[in-house]
């Protein structure tokens, strides 16, 4: 339930609550950023294909200014998703104690004020994207239908994770369009092992509606692997870091590279061999540590193309 000040439940002390005027708290939350974890686990396909790329250049010289881009890129475009994904499913978290209290189903933003809302978020998207080449637009448009459909599949399919994952991976398609211009073997393959690891986070998050979506009729990895969810995991996660490695060798990557992707698998193992699939706010934990996860694979990638460039 969301307390006085309007806190949507999943969402702890941050910036919105304590900083944000009263009449945007609403708007914020409808975007998650009191909880940004998502963007962040948006971003990181992102910056880990843009590093990659840069390692083909062999030039680093325009990698900041990549980097900056899709990091607000993809706070405003999750932020956009999220809007589109609470006005349509609006009725379904209405019946969900955890998302109940989402700004919507709460009645704190009208249909109306959310869509006008997603609008401008949309904008300032098409804004950042209008800033690459053409090639890297196109790419960039490209995704808008795998996000559009999204909301939808939970309702159809056991398997709305592996739609999310289309969605949530693009961005390791744009660092190659954005920055050579092109997609080859390597942004393929790290665009499915960046799936691959969608499909298995977001199966982590989705155990702490397991029971709420089985009574609603929403449907989720989470309910299709119920106690074999561990040994999903762990197939999931290695195909993972499989591919990725795969798309590192396309890549001629280094050692560094390397290195970067052996913490990404420790890190992955480790979850495989703490999950509780009954304990919510471990779930919940272990999910937001893929951030960490992500960053450690990035390290990584950004370490070897700066030695690649000198």
């Known amino acids: 339930m969301s307390d006085i000040s309007g806190r949507v439940a999943d969402s702890t002390g941050n910036w919105v609550d304590s ?101 401008v978020q949309a904008l300032i998207g098409l804004a950042v994207l209008l800033q690459f080449s053409t090639y890297a637009i196109v790419v960039g448009i490209a995704s808008l239908g795998v996000v559009a459909i999204y909301p939808f599949m939970k309702r159809i399919t056991y398997w709305p994770q592996v ?10 398609l744009m660092g190659f369009a954005v920055t050579l211009g092109m997609l080859g073997w390597a942004a393929l393959a790290l665009y499915a092992g960046s799936i691959a690891w969608v499909i298995a986070y977001d199966t982590i998050y989705a155990h ?64 495989v061999r703490a999950i509780r699939i009954d304990d919510p706010a471990l779930c919940l934990r272990l999910f937001k540590s893929n951030r960490d996860a992500g960053l450690l694979l990035f390290a990584g990638l950004a370490a070897d193309a700066l030695v690649r460039s000198l």
């Open 208 to 271: 702490q509606d397991r029971e709420d979506d089985a009574l609603i009729g929403v449907k989720s990895t989470a309910l299709l692997f119920g106690a074999n969810t561990p040994r999903m995991l762990a197939l999931f996660y290695s195909v993972a870091v499989v591919l990725i490695g795969v798309s590192i060798w396309f890549a001629r990557g280094g050692w560094l590279a390397g290195l970067g992707l052996l913490a990404f698998a420790a890190h992955l193992a480790w979850q």
């Open 19 to 119: 900083l944000a005027p009263e009449w945007a708290k609403p708007y914020l939350r409808l975007a998650r950023y009191d909880r940004p974890i998502g963007s962040w686990l948006l971003l990181l396909p992102c910056w880990w294909s843009a590093a990659l790329a840069a390692g083909i250049a062999h030039d680093v010289r325009s990698l900041p200014w990549v980097l900056a881009l899709f990091f607000v890129g993809a706070f405003v475009m999750r932020g956009a998703g999220c809007t589109w994904n609470d006005i349509t499913d609006r009725d379904l978290d209405a019946k969900v104690e955890r998302t109940r209290s989402r700004p919507i189903p709460a009645g704190q933003v009208s249909v109306t004020g959310a869509v006008l809302f997603l609008v």
């Open 163 to 172: 739609v999310l994952g289309l969605a949530f991976s693009w961005g390791a």
